[in-house]
């Protein structure tokens, strides 16, 4: 069974960093797209970043430049390095991996910004 499970979040002032991890249980992780994503109260869940099998890497425009997304998948590990962290940045952020028609979700992690 696939379980992901994030960790890292908490209260930042802006302009400060935090770096989310997602833990994958399961053989697939290495094989696997993973994603982060974010939800803001009040708003839709959202894209943050991407990153293939094979390392390449996607992101929303609104965290380009500021976040990096990586993996290492001798330890079924997924990063969201989070810097020049603005206050719209706050929200839940959630991991996501995909493989073949399969989709599992991590339980989230907040992450506050304050001003």
């Known amino acids: 069974q696939v379980r992901l499970v994030e960790s890292g979040g908490g209260l930042v002032q802006a302009g400060g960093s935090l770096r989310l991890s997602c833990v994958v249980s399961?053989?697939?992780?290495?094989?696997?797209?993973m994603g982060w994503y974010r939800q803001a109260p009040g708003k839709q869940r959202e894209l943050v970043a991407t990153?293939?099998?094979?390392?390449?890497?996607n992101y929303a425009d609104s965290v380009k430049g500021r976040f990096a997304i990586s993996r290492t998948n001798a330890k079924n590990t997924v990063y969201l390095q989070m810097n020049s962290l603005k206050p719209e940045d706050t929200a839940v952020y959630y991991c996501?991996?995909?493989?073949?028609?399969?989709?599992?979700w991590g339980q989230g992690t907040q992450v506050t910004v304050s001003s």
């Open positions: 996501n991996l995909k493989y073949l028609t399969q989709t599992y």
């Open positions: 399961g053989s697939i992780f290495s094989i696997s797209f």
């Open positions: 990153i293939t099998s094979g390392g390449t890497t």
